[in-house]
């Protein structure tokens, strides 16, 4: 046991010492992104407001995981009720091939996908980003919502129906708010993983990069570095406020159901 957790200690310091270097970095006023540090500023930060290309990147990645998250959670919405609600042929067969992009490499995904974009005779851009996002983005959304479904009670939906209400109404005013701390974490989920993807963004992006591709193409110029790792800092940051939200949404739904079976934090 405490080999396992000696391990386990190594593997955290492994895993997330990078991230904890990024602020470090940012806050020193040296170019040099190496040891030792000089002195402390806040001057890369500051240059980050004077870089318009990097706003219009920014703008360009909210549009796109906005839009992503909406539809996989709208598209997750149908397939978990479905799964939770309904039985049908090739159900498991169907659920299977919608959760691949799960286990597909992303390279494999957006390869297959600039091909087909290519061979349909389409040029790509921001539709391209948001169709490869959403393809991936999905089976997040479905997972976290199935979980949502099959905790809601059927008797509750069984009573909206024998007082007279219709399936349309009963889905908006009984299943809809109860599994809406689901639907937001979903919502949350889909948005970071949209914001931080780069593979399908770098293969798909037309003349509009994202802010991903954008801080790829920073790399090569060694002055930039340090307003990079500001800008990370400030990305790692909010990253981790929203899944922190998605966990608060999900543990809601879940004492409210009573059926908690584990989530992100």
Same mark, same amino acid.
């Given at each position: 046991m405490k080999t396992l957790k000696v391990y386990a200690i190594f593997y955290l310091i492994f895993l997330y010492a990078p991230i904890f270097l990024l602020p470090l970095f940012a806050f020193n006023s040296s170019t040099i992104i190496a040891f030792p540090l000089e002195s402390f500023t806040t001057e890369w930060?500051?240059?980050?407001?004077?870089?318009?290309?990097?706003?219009?990147?920014? #703008?360009?990645?909210?549009? =796109?995981? %906005?839009?992503?998250? *909406? &539809?996989?959670?709208? +598209?997750? /919405?149908?397939?978990?009720?479905?799964?939770?609600?309904?039985?049908?042929?090739?159900?498991?067969?169907?659920?299977?091939?919608?959760?691949?992009? #799960?286990?597909?490499?992303? =390279?494999? %995904?957006?390869?297959? *996908? &600039?091909?087909?974009? +290519?061979? /349909?005779?389409?040029?790509t851009g921001a539709w391209s980003v948001i169709a490869g996002h959403t393809l991936i983005c999905t089976p997040f959304a479905i997972a976290i919502l199935q979980s949502a479904f099959a905790a809601l009670d059927p008797a509750l939906e069984e009573a909206a129906y024998d007082l007279g209400e219709t399936p349309i109404s009963t889905f908006r005013l009984v299943t809809l708010p109860l599994v809406m701390p689901g639907i937001i974490s979903a919502l949350l989920i889909s948005f970071t993983i949209s914001m931080d993807e780069f593979i399908i963004a770098f293969f798909l992006t037309g003349a509009d990069p994202t802010l991903p591709v954008y801080l790829f193409s920073m790399l090569r110029f060694p002055k930039l570095l340090p307003a990079v790792m500001a800008l990370g800092t400030i990305l790692v940051v909010l990253s981790i406020l929203l899944i922190t939200i998605a966990e608060y949404f999900r543990r809601r739904g879940a004492k409210r159901t009573g059926n908690d079976t584990g989530g992100f934090l």
């Amino acid at each position: 046991m405490k080999t396992l957790k000696v391990y386990a200690i190594f593997y955290l310091i492994f895993l997330y010492a990078p991230i904890f270097l990024l602020p470090l970095f940012a806050f020193n006023s040296s170019t040099i992104i190496a040891f030792p540090l000089e002195s402390f500023t806040t001057e890369w930060f500051t240059q980050l407001l004077t870089l318009s290309e990097m706003h219009g990147a920014l #703008l360009n990645s909210l549009k =796109i995981a %906005v839009i992503s998250a *909406l &539809l996989a959670t709208t +598209l997750g /919405i149908f397939a978990a009720m479905a799964v939770s609600r309904y039985s049908f042929p090739g159900q498991k067969g169907i659920m299977g091939f919608i959760m691949l992009p #799960l286990v597909l490499p992303e =390279i494999i %995904v957006a390869v297959s *996908l &600039l091909i087909v974009i +290519l061979r /349909i005779g389409l040029d790509t851009g921001a539709w391209s980003v948001i169709a490869g996002h959403t393809l991936i983005c999905t089976p997040f959304a479905i997972a976290i919502l199935q979980s949502a479904f099959a905790a809601l009670d059927p008797a509750l939906e069984e009573a909206a129906y024998d007082l007279g209400e219709t399936p349309i109404s009963t889905f908006r005013l009984v299943t809809l708010p109860l599994v809406m701390p689901g639907i937001i974490s979903a919502l949350l989920i889909s948005f970071t993983i949209s914001m931080d993807e780069f593979i399908i963004a770098f293969f798909l992006t037309g003349a509009d990069p994202t802010l991903p591709v954008y801080l790829f193409s920073m790399l090569r110029f060694p002055k930039l570095l340090p307003a990079v790792m500001a800008l990370g800092t400030i990305l790692v940051v909010l990253s981790i406020l929203l899944i922190t939200i998605a966990e608060y949404f999900r543990r809601r739904g879940a004492k409210r159901t009573g059926n908690d079976t584990g989530g992100f934090l």
